[in-house]
T-cell receptor, first 114, second 109 residues
Framework: NAGVTQTPKFRVLKTGQSMTLLCAQDMNHEYMYWYRQDPGMGLRLIHYSVGEGTTAKGEVPDGYNVSRLKKQNFLLGLESAAPSQTSVYFC?????????????FGAGSRLTVL | GQNIDQPTEMTATEGAIVQINCTYQTSGFNGLFWYQQHAGEAPTFLSYNVLDGLEEKGRFSSFLSRSKGYSYLLLKELQMKDSASYLC??????????WGAGTKLIIKP
């Protein structure tokens, strides 16, 4: 039972480059989330999805785009990376709203933008 | 604004008891979560409180007082593997989670 799988685990980008982080879950969860985690700060929600084909903005959506074409996958894209996007990114999923259900997290993706 | 406060770092001794506090000010309240996060790993669920009082789960207990906007996580019989960050998160009126910055717990032999 893999749970939530994120790829890649590590990536170094140059300013202006683009990339996509992939999140896959095998728990048939409706809700999926992308968070970023920075030192001294709580997890911040970037975008989330409440079901296949839906996406919504979280607390810090600027500079990111997402897609949920299949229920099990949630992609996070950076069109033009900036040093401020250096962070650890976590994908999570849940059977219902995050505030009423347990989140299952992926192992994280560490992104460095030079 | 919405705010979650927890101590940045705490140190405790193996075998002892430690209490990690969390205070919150949020727009609405639909429960409080505690997650554990070992260094370089994903957060994992520890506990959920929505009513006042103490919830016990093995060596870990979590307490909530909604009137005081306060919770604590109590860890007993500390083990070295309990060295981790402990994240407090509050569910607001829209069932969105507001996260604290986490408390790094260091266990010494």
């Amino acid at each position: 039972n893999a749970g939530v799988t994120q790829t890649p685990k590590f990536r170094v980008l140059k300013t202006g480059q683009s990339m996509t982080l992939l999140c896959a879950q095998d728990m048939n969860h409706e809700y999926m989330y992308w968070y970023r985690q920075d030192p001294g700060m709580g997890l911040r929600l970037i975008h989330y999805s409440v079901g296949e084909g839906t996406t919504a903005k979280g607390e810090v959506p600027d500079g990111y785009n997402v897609s949920r074409l299949k229920k099990q996958n949630f992609l996070l894209g950076l069109e033009s990376a900036a040093p401020s996007q250096t962070s650890v990114y976590f994908c999570a999923s849940s059977s219902g709203a995050s505030g009423a259900n347990v989140l299952t997290f992926g192992a994280g993706s560490r992104l460095t933008v030079l | 604004g919405q705010n979650i406060d927890q101590p940045t770092e705490m140190t405790a001794t193996e075998g002892a008891i430690v209490q990690i506090n969390c205070t919150y000010q949020t727009s609405g309240f639909n429960g409080l979560f505690w997650y554990q996060q070992h260094a370089g790993e994903a957060p994992t669920f520890l506990s959920y409180n929505v009513l006042d009082g103490l919830e016990e789960k093995g060596r870990f207990s979590s307490f909530l007082s909604r009137s005081k906007g306060y919770s604590y996580l109590l860890l007993k019989e500390l083990q070295m593997k309990d060295s981790a960050s402990y994240l407090c998160a509050v569910s607001d009126s829209n069932y969105q989670l507001i996260w604290g910055a986490g408390t790094k717990l260091i266990i010494k032999p």
